[in-house]
């Protein structure tokens, strides 16, 4: 595996086929998930023993970027993860608790797991593994934990894949009381899709969500309960992470509701939220919290003639309003690149690409919007934060 973790791995299947006297299949699995974990799991691909499972329980699996993000607020003596799988995200929760107890139906995804943590944690013992209904070892048990940590399973019997909890398993909605009776704390991976305030009605005793997106990509929505903490308000918190930095929003549906936002026509600058806060719904609030005016009530675009310090978002300052004419977009951009982003306007970004002759690439940004006089314009901008 180490001799070949840069090779094609189709090409190895060929190159060595029965010509060795191993599990030729198992190797180049190997090697192919360490090439696909290298970048969401580079603590586990540097240790040359850790193995990986199949390709999609590595692909449902948490990046270490996000398990380390969700670790670092949460101790106590016992932590229980009702849906271990690979582990990623019991290793890194599991870091502030003396005992750590993973559950898991598939008994190879165990084995795997009871060997990883045994050489990434080497030192600790903290961690039991069981197999097993994670909903059945909760009704027989009479240990109360500290935090329970569940991932739902978003896949159907034909791999579809699923977002809402009621569909997923375990089905948190109907287990609900059963997991409350058993945790000080409730944490809840669900689908970056999850319909929020639907949830929020499904699950009322639901106190704080979390969107999470790892480098304007939402990658999962967090929920979380505790059963010391009584609130009225779910506060909603949106978090872009960039590596060892983190763009943070916060702001409740509440204040969402009763805040009262600015239409302007584009001024100097436009600003597109990160991708955590548009999945939010900060539509007002976030042109509140930083002064913006919104270009449109459907156009979640927001502009300024002055930039604070900080905007958790990409910024673009306008060049020009072009007319979208073939003749103007050929004069505007005569190498026929233009990278093209569409907001609320009637044709789409690869229609116009197309019908103008553009591809995106280079520096320029054509940005097609509908702004508060209701009429679809075009405007040349160039980005001016990374």
């Known amino acids: 595996m180490q001799d070949h973790l840069h090779e094609d791995p189709a090409l190895l299947l060929l190159k060595y086929h029965q010509s060795v006297d191993f599990d030729l299949k198992e190797a180049v699995q190997q090697v192919a998930c360490r090439q696909k974990a290298a970048v969401k799991l580079p603590e586990w691909v540097s240790n040359p023993k850790v193995l990986f499972p199949a390709s999609l329980s590595l692909e449902q699996s948490s990046s270490e970027l996000t398990a380390r993000f ?14 271990g799988g690979l582990g990623v995200d019991t290793f890194y929760l599991g870091q502030h608790f003396d005992h750590v107890l993973y559950l898991e139906r598939q ?33 027989s048990t009479e240990e109360v934990f500290d935090w329970l940590y569940v991932d739902p399973a978003r896949r159907d019997e034909n791999n579809k894949k699923l977002y809402r909890l009621a569909d997923c398993e375990p089905d948190v909605k109907l287990h609900w009381d059963l997991l409350k009776s058993k945790s000080r704390n409730i944490m809840i991976k669900a689908s970056p899709m999850l319909d929020i305030k639907a949830v929020l009605a499904e699950l009322p005793d639901i106190q704080e969500v979390r ?75 976030f042109a509140l919290a930083y002064g913006f005016s919104k270009l449109h009530p459907n156009t979640h675009l927001y502009t300024t003639s002055q930039l ?50 553009l591809k995106d690439g280079g520096n320029d940004f054509l940005l097609a919007t509908t702004p508060i006089d209701d009429k679809a314009r075009v405007y040349w901008c160039e980005r001016i934060n990374p």
């Open 70 to 83: 969700k670790a670092k607020d949460i101790q106590g003596e016992k932590l229980i993860d009702l849906t």
């Open 107 to 139: 008994e190879k995804l165990a084995e795997l797991a009871a060997h990883n943590f045994s050489l990434l944690d080497a030192s600790s013992n903290r961690h039991q593994i069981k197999v097993g209904d994670s909903i059945s070892f909760l009704e």
């Open 211 to 285: 969107i999470v997106a790892l480098k304007n990509e939402v990658k999962e929505v967090m929920l979380l309960w505790h059963h010391n903490k009584e609130t009225d308000t779910v506060k909603i918190g949106a978090f872009d992470l960039k590596g060892k930095e983190v763009d943070l929003f916060h702001f409740t549906y509440k204040d969402e509701e009763m805040a009262v936002a600015a239409y302007s026509m584009p001024e100097t600058y436009l600003i597109e939220p990160n991708a955590a806060i548009m999945k939010a719904g900060a539509f007002k609030s």
């Open 308 to 357: 604070p310090a900080e905007i958790p978002g990409r910024i673009f300052k306008i060049i020009k309003e072009v007319k979208l004419d073939k003749k103007t977009i050929k004069s505007s951009f005569p190498g026929g690149k233009a990278n093209v982003i569409v907001r609320n306007h009637p044709l789409k970004a690869d229609v116009l690409k197309k019908k103008y002759g």
